[in-house]
C-alpha cells in the first residue's frame, strides 16, 4: 500500500494549484459578473434618460396633437356655421331672383299690352288723319275750282267789281 498512498500524496502535493486558480476564477467571473452589472446599470440609467426625453417629447406631441384637434374642431364648427350661412344666402339670392323674374316677366307683359294698345291708337289715329287730310284734299279742290260756297262767294264780288 506504500506506492499507492506516495502516489496519492504526489497527487494530492500537485493538487495545491487548483484552489488558487479556482479562486482566481471566481475572482474573475465575480468581476465579470460585477462589471456587466455596471454596464447593465449604466445601460438603465441612459434608457431611463432616454425615456424620460421621449416621455418628455410624447408628451409635448400629445399635447400638440391635442391643440390641434380642437383647432381642427373649431375650423370644421366655422366651416358648418360658413356652410348654413351660404345656403341660407344661396337661398335668399334664389327667392329674391325669382321674384325679380316674375316681376320682370309682369313688366314685360305690361309692356307688351301697352305697345298693342298703342299699336291700335296709332291705327285709328291714323286712319283719321287720312280721313282729314283727304276731306281737306278734297276741300281745297273744290275752293280752286269754285264749285263750293265760297266760289259763289267770289264769283258775286267778282262781278260787282265791273
Known amino acids: 500500500m506504500g506506492s499507492h498512498t506516495l502516489a496519492l500524496l504526489q497527487i494530492v502535493a500537485d493538487a495545491a494549484w487548483v ?17 456587466a452589472a455596471i454596464a447593465v446599470a449604466i445601460a438603465a440609467l441612459r434608457l431611463s434618460s432616454q425615456a424620460r426625453k421621449i416621455s418628455g417629447l410624447v408628451d409635448g406631441l400629445q399635447d400638440d396633437a391635442a391643440q390641434a384637434l380642437k383647432a381642427v374642431r373649431r375650423l370644421t364648427e366655422q366651416g358648418q356655421d360658413l356652410m348654413v350661412l351660404v345656403r341660407h344666402e344661396a337661398g335668399a339670392f334664389a327667392q329674391t331672383s325669382r321674384r325679380v323674374r316674375r316681376k320682370l316677366v309682369r313688366g314685360v307683359d305690361r309692356v307688351e299690352h301697352k305697345l298693342e294698345d298703342l299699336e291700335t291708337l296709332y291705327d285709328v289715329v291714323h286712319g283719321e288723319v287720312e280721313d282729314t287730310a283727304l276731306d281737306v284734299a ?9 264749285n263750293g260756297m265760297l266760289g259763289r262767294v267770289r264769283r258775286v264780288l267778282a262781278a260787282g267789281r265791273a
Do not use: Y
Open 19 to 35: 484552489g488558487p486558480t479556482v479562486a482566481i476564477s471566481l475572482a474573475v467571473i465575480a468581476l465579470s459578473i460585477l462589471a
Open 138 to 146: 278734297a276741300t281745297l279742290r273744290s275752293v280752286r275750282r269754285g
